[in-house]
């Protein structure tokens, strides 16, 4: 809606390349802070990636979805 938002975190776990876990914060909306855990499973012919985004508030949940399956969308364009 042509809104900059401010979205803001701190990585909790890294472990090339098999999963990533940060804090995920939007001030704008809410001062509660979640967590997105991103997991990536290698295989002979090509790979999977799994992310989960827990804590999310209830009316937050579907943006936060749609959000995230357009980014994960653009990511396999990009990668394919």
């Known amino acids: ?3 900059e938002i401010e979205h ?5 776990e890294i472990s ?10 939007v001030p704008q909306h809410s001062s ?3 967590v997105v ?3 990536v499973e290698l295989f002979k012919e ?5 992310l989960t985004h827990k804590n999310v508030l209830p009316e937050y949940q ?8 357009k980014i994960l969308d ?3 364009k990009e990668l394919n």
Request: aromatic letters at 12%; glycine letters at 10%; a positive charge.
């Open 1 to 3: 809606q042509g809104k």
């Open 8 to 12: 803001r975190g701190k990585y909790l």
């Open 32 to 34: 509660d802070s979640s």
């Open 46 to 50: 090509g790979s999977k990636l799994t």
């Open 16 to 25: 090339r390349p098999q999963f990533l876990t940060f804090t995920w914060e």
């Open 37 to 39: 855990r991103i997991t």
């Open 62 to 69: 579907e943006a936060t979805k749609a959000g995230w399956t």
């Open 74 to 76: 653009n990511l396999d």
